[in-house]
Structures are given as C-alpha cells and as structure tokens.
C-alpha cells in the first residue's frame, strides 16, 4: 500500500504564487508517473500536469507557461510551483502516482484563487 501526502494549497490573490508538494511512503516498489490533476465545482477531474521517471514532462494547456512540474525520486516527491495564479485556477488538486501495481490518489489539497 502506498500513501500520499498533499501539502502546499491555500489562499492566494490573482497574479501570486503557491508551490503543491506531494510525498509518497509506504510499500513502494516503482514509481512511474507522477502528476497533478485537479477539479473545480460542477466540473470533471482534469490532468494538470505529469512527469515520468526519466523527466519527461505534459501540461495542461491552460497552465504551460506558469506551472513547472518536477520530481525527486529518491524522496519520491513531486513538486508543483504555480505562478501567475488565476481565479479560473482554483480546484481541489490532487496528487496522482503510477506504481508497478496501480495508481493511487491523494486525498485533495484546496486551491483558492481570489482577491
């Protein structure tokens, strides 16, 4: 089993900055993919951004340009600086991560975008 742990979301006004963290612990064998998705009220789950294990990078493109996606691998962390924030960027965000076995899921780190 593995666990995620969320951790950077909050409050912050247009134009500002936040950085998401995500841990992953437990029965680890391989991590692949690692990523962020997000949901906004009334909307579906969508893909932020991912990163392989070899670094290759995808983004949204509503976000390219203003988040940077990254990863370390020895900590099995990844990391999800968000600059230039936007009202239409608030969602709860969530931590995605491939293993040999499954994906898992984080539990959701709140996002608010807003003067």
């Known amino acids: 089993q593995v666990q995620l742990v969320e951790s950077g979301g909050g409050l912050v006004q247009p134009g500002g900055s936040l950085t998401l963290s995500c841990a992953a612990s437990?029965?680890?064998?391989?991590?692949?993919?690692m990523g962020w998705y997000r949901q906004a009220p009334g909307k579906q789950r969508e893909l932020v951004a991912v990163?392989?294990?070899?670094?290759?990078?995808n983004y949204a493109d509503s976000v390219k340009g203003r988040f940077t996606i990254s990863r370390d691998n020895a900590k099995n962390t990844v990391f999800l600086p968000m600059n230039s924030l936007k009202p239409e960027d608030t969602a709860v965000y969530y931590c995605?991560?491939?293993?040999?076995?499954?994906?898992?899921w984080g539990q959701g780190t709140q996002v608010t975008v807003s003067s």
């Open positions: 995605n991560v491939q293993t040999t076995i499954r994906a898992y």
């Open positions: 437990g029965s680890i064998v391989t991590i692949y993919d």
């Open positions: 990163i392989t294990r070899s670094g290759r990078t």
